[in-house]
């Protein structure tokens, strides 16, 4: 039976790397995750002044409640969504010069209501180019706070970094939400504030933030649960196929985990334990209609595997996936068809109905997004020959996923 040592959540990493900057002091990461977005946005934050020690298991960071130390600095971002929004809004609480920019990819992602919503809160922000995206430069001079609407109908991100600087304001926050897409993502972002010793208060779709700053603290990231889809579908499309992630199970922070009640209703044996979650193929996978507007960055992984199930899988509420490192509704779609499948999208949703593809040896477009070949290198233990035109970047998330999912694949029967 595989059992696979997932590396650290992105997510939680890039959170941690705020938090630790914007503490009142020294804090340890242990375990974060070592990949190029974060790689980029640690390299962000020495950038603007902050110390980042990094060893194997952990990275410390100096902390400054009152912003970056740094009074100038240009920050590229690399293609990190995380590094993009959320070091903006930190630079805002300092007192500098700080220009943002990022690779063509990431330069084409929206950032537009995050743009507002720090112009309603005084910050000096402009866009260089087209306006709501990068490159961008912040003259900041300390955030008073306030009350702000906000649209995170495209992205939690906008949410999450303004819920971030709020305990960097003079006077708090109030933020007001109009729309919101991946609770769970915000979810980890209060859970993890409170780690650092802030207490988010929510009252519907207003959330308050106090003012008053984080402290350090000594914090372990747990593994990544959009990562651990890939292992458990694997699992999942393999007749008595079984992966175990350890230390991702009940009691874990990401939503992402929620992909498993997906592939159990499907079919699969599921079973989350407190210190991981097993899956096991039992030969069988029905198809399905399911919302994964709070999970959307597993529709992929769920996408590749729909052709072996034994009726229509329909993916609906996922717009936002429009909007990621590509137009990942298109980009399943198209990848499926190159698979020999039937495949068809609509502005939110995706329906693919079963029949194993027949097609060997297909390419994979990748369209840069690492999602999508962790995602179909899943469909390959089932259609021999499948390659990629660009296996390597997966380096965004997960470097050695290759070699991993090799070892796994090496484990399953078959």
């Known amino acids: 039976m595989p059992v696979v040592d997932i590396p650290g959540s992105k997510s939680i990493t890039a959170r941690a ?36 020690g990094r060893t194997a298991d952990a990275w410390q960071v100096d902390g400054r409640p009152q912003g970056p130390p740094a009074r100038e600095a240009d920050v590229f971002c690399r293609d990190g969504a995380t590094t993009a929004r959320f070091l903006p809004a930190l630079a805002a609480a300092g007192h500098g010069t700080y220009r943002f920019d990022a690779s063509p990819q990431m330069r084409r992602r929206p950032l537009l209501p995050l743009t507002r919503a720090l112009r309603d809160l005084g910050v ?21 706070g306030g009350e702000v609407v906000l649209d995170a109908g495209r992205s939690s991100q906008y949410l999450t970094a303004l819920l971030l600087l709020g305990p ?7 933020i007001r939400v109009t729309d919101l897409v991946s609770v769970p993502y915000v979810e980890i972002t209060i859970a993890m504030m409170r780690a650092f010793g802030v207490e988010v208060a929510r009252e519907g779709d207003v959330f308050a933030v106090p003012p008053g700053g984080y402290r350090a603290t000594t914090y372990a990231v747990e593994p990544d649960a959009s990562t651990a889809s890939y292992f458990f579908a ?61 999970i959307s960055d597993t529709m992929p992984t769920l996408a590749a595997i729909a052709p072996f199930a034994s009726g229509p899988v329909r993916i609906e509420d996922v717009a936002n996936t429009r909007v990621k490192e590509c137009d ?6 198209e990848n499926l068809r190159r698979l020999g ?34 995602s179909f290198a899943v469909a390959g233990l089932r259609v021999p020959g499948i390659s990629f035109d660009d296996p390597g970047c997966v380096r965004k998330t997960f470097p050695g996923f290759h070699e991993a999912f090799a070892a796994v694949r090496s484990g399953l029967p078959g």
């Open 17 to 52: 790397l705020f938090l630790a900057a914007a503490a009142d002091g020294v804090t340890t990461l242990l375990r974060p995750l070592r990949s190029d977005d974060t790689e980029g946005f640690a390299e962000g934050l020495t950038a603007l002044g902050h110390r980042v």
């Open 124 to 144: 000096d922000l402009r866009h260089e180019e087209a306006e709501g995206h990068h490159p961008l430069t912040v003259r900041a001079a300390g955030v008073e």
């Open 168 to 174: 960097l304001t003079r006077k708090g926050l109030r």
């Open 234 to 294: 694997a699992a999942a499309v393999t007749p008595g196929g079984e992966v175990t992630v350890p230390g991702l199970g009940a009691g874990a922070l990401q939503g992402d985990l929620g992909f498993v009640d997906v592939l159990r209703r499907m079919g699969a044996e599921v079973s989350v334990r407190p210190d991981g979650t097993t899956v096991r193929g039992t030969g069988s996978l029905s198809g399905l209609t399911v919302n994964m507007r709070d």
């Open 328 to 333: 990942r509704l298109d980009a399943c779609a």
């Open 341 to 374: 499948a039937d495949a068809r999208t609509g502005p939110d949703w995706i329906e693919i109905h079963p029949g194993a593809p027949a097609t060997e040896g297909a390419e994979i477009k990748s369209c840069g997004d690492h999602r999508i070949v962790m």
